[in-house]
């Protein structure tokens, strides 16, 4: 008899154990959604300071060989340091580019298991056709960044072969000749700079539109 109560106790502690676990995973399930709108987010700001380090590295780059004065070493170490900088920004951008892909990789997953522990055919249709509208807008925000990559990689190529140019030919005769090479890298930058805004735009808007916390009213 008092066998028999105390498996009956460990059954019913057991089965609560498994219930209050089953109750956390299913409120827990936001969470996933959750970190794919912070690392959206993340992504966002490292888009930004890629952008700001281009504009940094152009700004040196115009200084060095179209405003340049006094001891040139100084302005082409100016923009051998912007040129580095950037380059930092575009590898951690890369790396958000992949945390966004991780997490919304798990957030797919976590999606498709819930679903299917929704007894309402058309609560399950539902929820198909919104996760089937998040991943294609996150399909196209990757595809977005790699286009995005795909131009920086040609114009770093670029601002290399004119440092390593003027680096051994750091004269007045030096920037004469490589004037029209730096105003074709300028002029390339231009679509460069605005395929960068318009991916900065698509991860803040998605990660607001995936974030569990709403924007606050604007006060009237």
Known sequence: MKTDKMKLVTTNLALAAALALLASCV??????????????????????????????????????????????????????????KLAKSNENLAAKATAVRDAAAAHAENWTNQMAAIQSDELRKRSTERMNEVTAKLKEMDASYLGVKNSLRPFMADLKDIQTYLGTDLTAGGLATIKDVVSKTKVDAVPLRESIKQLQASFSSLGAALSPVLPEPEKK
């Open 27 to 84: 409120s827990k399930s936001y969470e996933k959604g959750a970190a794919t709108a912070t690392a959206l987010q993340s992504a966002a700001d490292a888009v930004s300071q890629t952008t700001t380090s281009v504009t940094g590295v152009l700004a040196a780059l115009n200084k060095l060989t179209f405003k340049s004065e006094g001891d040139l070493r100084k302005q082409y170490d100016a923009f051998v340091s912007a040129t580095e």
